[in-house]
């Protein structure tokens, strides 16, 4: 078995910085590797799409935190007890009457309608960034478009969005010290008092939102209760718009580190679906797949997994695999036959897939066909990548002038 690897490891400035050198440094020597993370738990990365791609769907890893050993389960369900029985920690059966009543209030005709209003929105911030010739994209443009988008989509108020940025951030970000998981129970009150009071009165008064059609969702006249509410609304708020936020901060910066990119696109705009894709794939704002649990000794790549073990699957580590992709450190806007990870595979396959690429495709048509001479306000090198071991690779702040 490789040497296991020290939980700082995940924590460095050098793997912030740098995460595809330092996985593509370990695919070398193999697949699989121990690592201390969780501390004092036998957790492994997979960093390979080979043993990547079925390890995300393979059912003797378990995403319900049941499977877990102690002290680890109860530290775990205590840090964030409002997504306590939500889709994207449950398995089979649960997992499956969940995903079906969830996806009957957010079906892709739903999705597709919005695409004018979507638009509408990307706009109306490009309009109120233009005159000032400068701009944080990440504050003043990809930040709001889709909490706005996810706020209206499920019914709340998209004033209280900078609330939501922090909740969410919150919940993502790794709570290491006392204050900071004191602060995590703090939003968790929050957030539970403020959607148990819109549940409520979706109840007494349903509108034409998502929290109302996810009141009423039945499946075999069973509905959602108060708990799996309250979890799937959590998620779908933060899932809703903190992924597709950094798709749209990523992807930017990958194109104004190279104006051959950014031409390129300019020139031939219809490459936009496929070059979303390859953003996906090429700096991912998903950095690994959440937590997954043996259920049972098992082996990936011949690398002894006990039962209880974390299992992390690096989806930025498969996505440039050089056994599935040509030139995998290299963008290519018209990559075909893109099999990246970036919104896993088989059961958890994500859900708000068709509206992150109808954001993505929209966002980044916007920006370049309105924002003429975009270029970085300021040199690559101080540029600062959030990580902190959370889940999401994304920029701390992106200005640029056009």
């Known amino acids: 078995m490789p040497e296991k690897l020290p939980f700082e490891f995940l924590l460095s400035p050098e793997f912030t910085r740098d995460p595809h050198s330092a996985c593509a440094a370990l695919r070398e020597k193999g697949p699989v590797h121990p ?13 390979d799409h080979e043993h990547g791609r079925p390890a995300l769907n393979d ?56 695409r004018p209003r979507i638009q509408q929105i990307a706009d109306d911030l490009v309009d109120g960034m233009a005159a000032k010739g400068e701009a944080d994209l990440l504050d003043d443009f990809a930040f709001p478009l889709p909490i706005t988008v996810i706020c209206e989509l499920l019914g709340v108020p998209a004033e209280d969005r900078d609330t939501f940025r922090d909740w969410s951030g919150t919940l993502i ?42 009141v009423v969702a039945r499946d075999d006249d069973e509905l959602l209760d108060d708990q799996e509410l309250l979890a799937t609304l959590t998620l779908l708020l933060v899932a809703g718009h903190e992924t597709t936020v950094n798709l749209i901060g990523n992807g930017m910066l ?43 000794d098992l082996k990936i790549a011949g690398v ?57 495709q929209i966002a980044f048509g916007t920006l370049l066909s309105r924002l003429p001479g975009i270029e970085l306000a300021c040199p690559p090198g101080e540029i600062e990548w959030n990580w902190g071991g959370s889940l999401i690779r994304g920029l701390r702040a992106l200005p640029v002038r056009f």
């Open 35 to 47: 690592v201390d993370f969780p501390p004092g738990m036998d957790g492994f990365l997979v960093v």
């Open 59 to 114: 059912p003797r890893l378990a995403k319900s935190i049941s499977w877990a050993p102690e002290p680890f389960r109860g530290r775990f369900s205590a840090g964030n007890p409002v997504l306590a029985h939500n889709m994207l920690d449950s398995d089979p059966p649960d997992h499956t009457r969940l995903r079906r009543l969830v996806s009957r209030a957010f079906t892709p005709r739903r999705i597709e309608s919005l």
């Open 173 to 214: 970000g790794p709570s290491l010290d006392e204050e900071g998981i004191r602060y995590r129970q703090e939003v968790n009150l929050a957030i539970r008092a403020y959607f148990t009071g819109i549940i409520a009165q979706r109840r007494a008064a349903p509108r034409d939102d998502l929290i109302s059609a996810l």
């Open 254 to 296: 990958t194109l104004l580190t190279d104006p051959g990119r950014l031409k390129l696109l300019l020139d031939r705009p219809k490459l936009l679906p496929s070059a979303v894709e390859e953003f996906l794939r090429h700096d991912g704002p998903v950095a690994r797949a959440t937590f997954r649990f043996a259920t049972e």
């Open 304 to 360: 002894h997994i006990p039962k209880g073990g974390v299992v992390h699957i690096f989806l930025g580590a498969a996505n440039r695999d050089p056994k599935i992709f040509d030139a995998p450190d290299t963008f290519d806007a018209a990559r075909a036959d893109n099999r990246h990870l970036a919104f896993g595979h088989g059961i958890h396959f994500c859900l708000g897939a068709p509206l992150a690429r109808l954001e993505a």
